[in-house]
């Protein structure tokens, strides 16, 4: 694969759509965003925006709904809370609090009707401009061991045109998921797209290479999508959109795929949600040690079949 000229154009910006309606998880959701609900003791999109200024992108916009009140409350500061905490010398949570509000200050865009992804992408255009930019799913929880989206800026600078995540996953689930059609390249974890299908009929799908919620996209896309009709659900596909990129050798092509091979959740999946918080609370030092024994105590109760009023 011939090497391209690196761009100049250094990608700062990061996009995390969270307008969508999250019809998985209602109730909760009737009037919080998904991205609102907590991972053990802070909202999903708190991580997200946490890996968002790990791979040094400065600049967030958010992509918000109709109840986008308490996403840009949670990044603002609360004065009376934080002086409740001062005067009870509460130092630690004081921090706690303080944290969202010194992560970053995003600018937030509207979308008006929650018409998909690809539109949800398209209200960033006059925010983002000429740059390549990150694209960050506001409901999708990448572990911070596991960096990804640094590679993915890599890969973008390296090759040019767009790049978006990839995770291989069970045959018998890629119909829940856009699926690619890919290339090796010389490197073990970064494979050329040639085609991409979103929720393929069983038996139509091209691989088992699901698109995950990250990417690095050449502004072109947005001309792109301005073109894509209403695809599957009736929705503005992303998918559809970078379809049409996989053909072109620049004007926001080529796409490239990066290979992810590390531990995410899809916390709009209520199950991946359960998973993601059992695991982290397993892993905070505060809390793992108590809640490992009794997970433990509670899986084996379950185990013998014994009734559990644990
Ligand atoms: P999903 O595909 O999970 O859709 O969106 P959804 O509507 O939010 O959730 P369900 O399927 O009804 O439960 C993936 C990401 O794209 C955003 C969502 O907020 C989520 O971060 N999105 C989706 C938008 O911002 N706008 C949309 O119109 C659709």
Redesign the pocket.
């Known amino acids: 694969m011939p090497s391209r000229t690196p761009r100049l154009r250094a990608v700062t910006k990061a996009v ?10 209602l109730p909760a ?1 009737k009037a919080t ?3 609102m609900l907590p991972i053990v003791d802070k909202p999903a999109i708190q991580y997200v925006v946490e890996e968002a200024r790990a791979a040094n992108l400065t600049d967030v916009l958010m ?1 918000t ?1 109709r109840n986008k009140r308490a996403l840009e409350d949670h990044f603002d500061r609360n004065y009376e809370l934080e002086e409740t905490l001062i005067r009870k010398g509460d130092d630690a949570r004081l921090a706690r609090v303080r944290e969202s509000s010194e992560l970053a200050s995003p600018h937030y865009v509207r ?1 008006r ?5 690809g ?2 992408v398209l209200c960033a255009e006059p925010h983002v401009g000429d740059q390549p930019f990150a694209v960050l ?4 929880l990448i572990d911070p061991r596991d960096p990804l989206l640094s590679r993915m800026i890599e890969v973008q600078e390296r090759f040019g045109g767009s790049v978006i995540a990839l995770m291989e996953v069970d045959p018998a689930q890629i119909h829940l998921y856009g699926c690619a059609a890919i290339e090796a390249t010389a490197d073990e974890d970064v494979v050329r797209v040639t085609g991409l299908v979103e929720k393929p009929e069983p038996g139509e799908a091209p691989s088992a290479y699901a698109i995950i ?1 990250r990417y690095v996209l050449d502004p072109a896309v947005f001309e792109a999508i301005k073109k894509t009709p209403p695809g599957r659900g009736g ?1 503005i596909q992303l998918t559809d959109a970078l379809q049409e990129l996989t053909h072109r050798e620049n004007d926001g092509g080529p796409v490239h795929g990066v290979v992810f091979t590390g531990r995410r959740y ?1 916390t ?2 209520r199950g991946d949600y359960l998973r993601a918080i059992v695991r982290l609370a397993c892993e905070r030092d505060d809390l793992g040690p108590d809640f490992r024994a009794w997970l433990r105590d509670f899986t084996t109760a379950e185990l013998n079949g014994s009734p559990s009023d644990m």
């Open positions: 995390i759509p969270a307008a969508g309606l999250g019809t998985r998880f959701t965003p998904k991205e992509i709904g979308q009707d929650p018409k998909g992804l539109h949800a799913l506001g409901d999708d919620g929705e899809d709009g999946d």
